[in-house]
Structure formats: structure tokens, C-alpha cells
């Protein structure tokens, strides 16, 4: 019966129930602005509140005591109380979400009759989001949003103080009006949020940040949020109030500059001496460090690299080099050099279709080039004209032969072991050498006057002029890295590493070196950006084998790649860079070897040599072999290069130290 009471009463006054729903303070939608009050406590935390703040509940349904419940029930007892629905379990037994004991004594009730806002309100809708944010300020900057209306900033040395001030006469803190606070207020959020003073700039304001972008006005937010981590995160600069605690907090001794500044001169050098030794073996200890390095990165080319002993110090060899030819030979009639070509070379890359001239395959050997003690890994021809050709041997000597007259001209003594690989410049007055004992050296090619040397203490594999500046040159090395260096200073400007083995080839293409195309003993290729360290593009397939040799097209469209798997394959040299799968060029050996590759100026043919000593020609259209010749004994055939202005005239170079020309 009692529960019909309580339900006949609540159904008797719906008028009154439908006012005291409209005096409860209704849900809010969350601003980041403002920050509610607590939440309204759970049915348990009612449960402990003592007469007077169950009052304030008398608008939940879930509870209602005594007084707050029908007048005719007289069974009830003082303290007890009277369910009013059937409620859930979960709802008996959810948290508590206010404070277990709100108010024992009486005292906020007493406030609350006082006019005194700081009591704590009930049935208050709680915003977790603009809570965590508002405490989140507070601990950074020191300022919060109060839950309040008006919005009214809380800074940290006016907590619980925001409307008192001292009375100077009577010593005391007293309220201030609510016109001189709401001042206040107003002109900390103008400063705090850099508002605008009139209503037209806020509309201006409004009309300009319409007209940007959704994402033009996120990274607005962000960059004019008080919670931006830059300004204010763990990683922000310290802020005034930090740098002048820190300093309150340092002794004489440190604002003096430290127990040193106390120190005899004496001891202070002796301390000087100490830390310059422990630098110096600091600096030896790398030393030896970076040589077991070495070591272990070059232990597979063990065969091929000089022994390097405990403490020894990387030096080059002297210099030398011999003329062979009579004085007479070294200028002509002219006054000119012997390095410039004759007339018939230079008509022919003058006036005539050098790119694009026809070319025949070679039908035989017509001349052979000897002088190396021992094997000869490359071969270059002169620049244009093709007068001079250029030979690294594995003697440690280079050599410069005249096609015409079929003989040596100038040998260039400078290296201690085997000499890897060899460049002209673009004009073709310097050339550069770089061999197994880890230097790399640029010579006057008239002369045979070093210019310059060149380390990095690891084994240079591959050297190539940037096309644009003969002053600077890069070299792919033993350590996994493609390095630049500037050939006046003799420092390193660049480098690019990426790959994950020694760097076999580098080669530049697009408009004469803006992108650069480099291979590597991880069977990857790799093609950059010039002066940019990050690649541009990853050439790498599970079926790609190693490419130690890459040569370039004449019509710059595509390059070929010696693949280790027996067959040369063939790439875009622009725009995707992809591999040309129908084009193919097997038949030959070359597994273990790096044999280079050669193409007729006109791009009609293409040969390589092989490690049985052969050389095999194809037709670069059908990818047919049109001749195969028994070009060396006693080793591969490692070198081949075709003539720039004669039209069958081919090179070809082996590990018996033979040169021979074909034609």
C-alpha cells in the first residue's frame, strides 16, 4: 500500500513533477569552453547523506525519504527510507561518481543559504571530455575554465580566490561585486584567447575562416591551441617559472662558475692534459676499430687485396710515369699535344653521325696491345673521337695507346696493387684511376702529373665524373656507400648508402646526370637523385641475380645489365624504369665474372665478353647472336668497348694481358 501511496501521489501531481523537471538544470551539449559541476550521485551515495541534502535529491525518483515521500505514510521511521520504483541491481550497485559523504554536518547547506556558490550541486550533467582538458591546461599553463556560465578563468596563484581580494584598510578578503569580477573575467579570456574587441572583427574573423579549407583551419586549431604540445608538452621549452626556480635552486659555488674556478692553475692544466690524452686514445681506438672493419667487411675479396699489417699506415706510392714515344711525337708541327686527335678522328666526331652512324659486326682481329705484366681489367676509349685508348691493368700501371698508330704512348705508375677501374673526364685531358690499395688518384693525361689522391680507406670498385662538373667525382666502394668528392679540396660532399654490398656500377642518366643509377652485390639497383642521399627508386625482384656491370644506351632510353645468371637484361633509363622482359641477350658464361658490355653507336648490335675467354655479339632487335669469337686465353674476356666514329671497330681486353682490336 505504501507503494501505491507513493505511486498515486506521483501521479496525482504531474503539474508539479513537470515544474520541479523544468527547475532541474537540463543536459548540455560539451564545449570545450565551460566545465560542469560533479555528476549526481549514485542511489548509494544518497543512501549516506544525512536530511538536508537528501532535500536537494527530492527530484530523483529512484529514492525518497520520509519527509520528502507521501504524508500519509506514518509507518515509516526517521532515517529510513522508501523505494519509489523498482530499480536494477547494476543500479544499486553502481560506483559512486560524487563524494561518499557530501556533507555530514550540514555546513554546505548552510552556505547554500548564504549565497555562497562553492556548495556542491546535485543532478548536474558531468562532461568527462572538457574536464580532462580544462585539468590538462590547468597543469601546463596554470590557467582553467570554471564551470561556470560566464566562463571565468582559474589561474594557479588565485585558486579558490577568484572572487576575493584583500581589503588593504581592514587587512581581510571580501567578495568583490559581480560587475568588477565579470571585468575581470572578460579581459582575461580577451587576453587568454586574443579575442577581438568589437562584434565586426568577430564577423570578419568568421567570413575569413570560411573561406579556408577544412584542412587549412585543423592546422589552425592546432598551431593557436593552448593544448599544443610544442609550446607546452614534456618536450616544450621550460617556462619562466622553471628556469627561475632552477636558479634559485643553484649554489654560489655554481653561480661562480664551479668548484674548477676555485681550483690552482696548476691543477686545472693538469686536468687540461688528462682530457687531451684520453681524446688522442679515444681517437686511436677508432682507428683500429674501423681497420678490423675493413677487414671483415673485405674478408671475401681476401685474394684480391694487398695484406694489410698491424699499425701500418695507409700510404700511397710515389708517382712516376714514362713517355715512350720519341720527343719528336709529344707535339706535332702544330705546337698541339699528342692527346689532341689527328685529322681524320677529329673530322669524324666533327662531321660526321657519330650517334647514329651504320655499324657492322666485326668480322676479326686486325691488332693486339701488349705491355701489361699481367691481366687487364678495363678499357676506355677517348672521348668523342676514340683516338686514345685508356687501359687499367692488375699490374698496378695504366696505359694510353694510339689507335692509329697501335702503340703505347704513356704509362702512369701509382698504385700499389691491381687498379680496378679507370675514367676520362669529359674532355678527356684528366682521367681518373682508382685500385685494390684503396686509393683512388686523378692524373693529367698529358703529363702524367698526379692532381690530386684520394681515400676513404676502403677499396674503390667504380669511379664516374658527374657530366656536368668535371671537378667533382663519385666512386662506389667496398663499405656498401657511393661517396662524392670534390677534386680540388680532396673532401667528401656526398653520400649515398643504401645498398647492403659493395657498390659495382654507377651510371647517370636523364639530361646528362640529374638522376644516377647505381648496382650492388645485394641484387638490388637503385636509382637517385643527384645530391639527394635518399633513392628515388628500388629495382628489386626475388628472380634478379647481382649486375656488376651497367651500360647505357646511345639513345638513352634504356640500359643493359650484366646478370649474373648468364644473360644480360634490359631496363627503361626513364620515367618508371621498368624491366623490358622480351628483351634478353643469353648464350654466353659470365657467372663470377664481370664482363662489360658494349653497344654500336647506332644501337644496332651489342656484345659482352664471357668467362671463357669468347665474345659473342647479338642483334639488340631480336635478341639474335650473329657472331661468337675465341677472343683471349687463359682467363675471361673482362673489357669490350665499341669505337665511337669507326664503324666496325671493336675493343676487347682480358686476364692474359692482351688487348686486341677487331674489326
Known sequence: MDLLNGYNSSDSEPEESASKQADAPSAKFADRRYLNAAPTPS??????????????HANSTALALKNGGSSSNTNTNKGEM?????????????????????????????????????????????????????????????????????????????????????????????????????????????????????????????????????????????????????????????????????????????????????????????????????????IESEARENQDFDKLVERKMSHLLPPRLDGEEAKAIEPSTTFHASKDEEYNYKGESWIVPNTDFKEGADFGDVDHHKCYVPKKCVAKFTGHNKGVHRIRLFPRTGHLLLSAGLDGKCKVWSVAEKKVMRTYIGHSAGVRDVQFNNDGTKFLSCSFDRFIRLWNTETGAVEGTYTNRRVPYVVKFYPRDDSIFVAGCSDNKIVAYDSASGEIVQEYNHHLAPVNTITFVEDHGIKMITSSDDKKVLVWEWDIGVPIKYISDPTMHSMPVITLHPSLSFFAGQSLDNQIVVYQAKDRFAQQRKKRFSGHQVSGYACDIAIS???????????????????????????????????????????????????????????????
Request: proline residues 5%.
Open 82 to 282: 522508501m523505494l519509489m520504483n523498482n530499480p536494477l541491481k547494476s543500479q544499486l550497485l553502481q560506483p559512486v561518481q560524487g563524494p561518499a559523504i557530501l556533507d555530514p554536518n550540514g555546513i554546505q547547506a548552510t552556505k547554500k543559504k548564504r549565497g555562497d556558490e562553492s556548495h556542491i550541486k546535485a543532478n548536474v550533467v558531468f562532461d568527462h571530455t572538457s574536464f580532462e582538458e580544462q585539468r590538462n591546461a590547468f597543469q601546463r599553463s596554470g590557467q582553467a575554465r570554471a564551470p561556470d556560465q560566464h566562463g571565468s578563468l582559474v589561474d594557479r596563484g588565485t585558486y579558490g580566490h577568484t572572487r576575493r581580494r584583500r581589503n588593504e584598510e581592514t587587512g581581510k578578503f571580501e567578495m568583490i561585486p559581480e560587475a568588477q569580477f565579470q571585468a575581470e573575467v572578460k579581459a582575461k579570456r580577451k587576453a587568454w584567447e586574443n579575442e577581438p574587441d568589437s562584434n565586426e572583427n568577430d564577423q570578419v574573423q568568421e567570413v575569413n575562416r570560411s573561406k579556408l579549407t577544412k584542412r587549412q583551419r585543423k592546422e589552425k586549431e592546432l598551431l593557436q591551441d593552448s593544448d599544443d604540445e610544442i609550446n607546452y608538452g614534456i618536450w616544450g621549452p621550460p617556462t619562466e617559472e622553471i628556469l627561475d626556480r632552477q636558479k634559485d635552486q643553484m649554489t654560489d659555488m655554481e653561480r661562480a662558475g664551479g668548484i674548477e674556478s676555485s681550483l690552482p692553475e696548476a691543477i686545472i692544466a693538469e686536468r687540461a692534459a688528462l682530457a687531451e690524452r684520453d681524446r688522442q686514445r679515444g
Open 601 to 663: 653507336p647506332d644501337g644496332q648490335f651489342i656484345c659482352s665478353g664471357d668467362g671463357n675467354g669468347k665474345l659473342t655479339v647479338w642483334e639488340w632487335k631480336r635478341s639474335k647472336i650473329l657472331q661468337k669469337y675465341k677472343a683471349h686465353d687463359k682467363g675471361p674476356s673482362v673489357g669490350c668497348v665499341w669505337h665511337p666514329t669507326l664503324p666496325s671497330t671493336l675493343f676487347t681486353c682480358g686476364w692474359d694481358g692482351v688487348i686486341k682490336m677487331w674489326e
Open 43 to 56: 542511489i548509494l551515495a544518497s543512501v549516506k547523506a544525512n536530511n538536508a541534502l537528501d532535500r536537494i
